[in-house]
């Protein structure tokens, strides 16, 4: 099993340009998240999917858009990149169940994203 | 929606000595305690979790204690080792999705 695989690993954008994040996880999880992580902010969440069919909105969506294509992929899209978008994005699923187990996020290995 | 605070932000202990992060939350229907850790340039991992129904949980050096009446809960590391130096997260869930904290780098000296 590969877990949770993220791609690309780096890129480096201009302002202005777009680009899409991929996801993919074999762990057959309901659940799928996007997180941004910037030094000192810890973990912040962008987009998640509870369930194939459903996104939503996290902390701080503004400038980025998702798909759930499938149970297994979930895409983060940068439409027009800004500086301020340069970051660590880190992609997680797993099976959420409310008051019961099986909480425990899966992290992919992050993309690390430069927008110049 | 949610509120976490982590302290402290940094620590440095001694090898051997004990280390104790504390993390406040603000949601009362918060009902799942993880703790993640995150070695520098790796990918966040759970190392414990705890839920309401239960006051305290351990696993060899780590545990994590809960006090949802004053809405905090706590990771404590014994005898620390180097290989405990890193990012430590505390996450608490209840309405809405895990909110992570904003991370207590502990540092090990040897």
């Avoid at chain 1, 149970?71 to 994005?89: D, G, M, N």
């Avoid at chain 2, 009902?31 to 705890?50: A, M, S």
């Avoid at chain 2, 905090?72 to 309405?95: K, R, W």
Wanted: proline share 4%; glycine share 8%.
């Amino acid at each position: 099993n590969a877990g949770v695989t993220q791609t690309p690993k780096f890129q480096v954008l201009k302002t202005g340009q777009s680009m899409t994040l991929q996801c993919a996880q074999d762990m057959n999880h309901n659940s799928m998240y996007w997180y941004r992580q910037d030094p000192g902010m810890g973990l912040r969440l962008i987009y998640y999917s509870a369930s194939e069919g459903t996104t939503d909105k996290g902390e701080v969506p503004n400038g980025y858009n998702v798909s759930r294509l499938n149970k297994r992929e979930f895409s983060l899209r940068l439409e027009s990149a800004a500086p301020s978008q340069t970051s660590v994005y880190f992609c997680a699923s797993r099976n959420y169940l409310h008051f019961s187990g099986a909480n425990v996020l899966t992290f992919g290995a992050g993309s690390r994203l430069t927008v110049l | 929606g949610e509120n976490v605070e982590q302290h402290p932000s940094t620590l440095s202990v001694q090898e051997g000595d004990s280390a104790v992060i504390k993390c406040t939350y603000s949601d009362s229907a918060s009902n799942y305690f993880p703790w993640y850790k995150q070695e520098l340039g790796k990918r966040p991992q759970l190392i414990i979790d705890i839920r309401s129904n239960v006051g305290e949980k351990k696993d060899q050096r780590i545990a994590v204690t809960l006090n949802k009446t004053a809405k905090h809960f706590s990771l404590h590391i014994t005898e620390t080792q180097p290989e405990d130096s890193a990012v430590y997260f505390c996450a608490p869930e209840g309405n809405t999705p895990l909110v992570f904290g904003k991370g207590t780098r502990l540092s090990v000296i040897a």
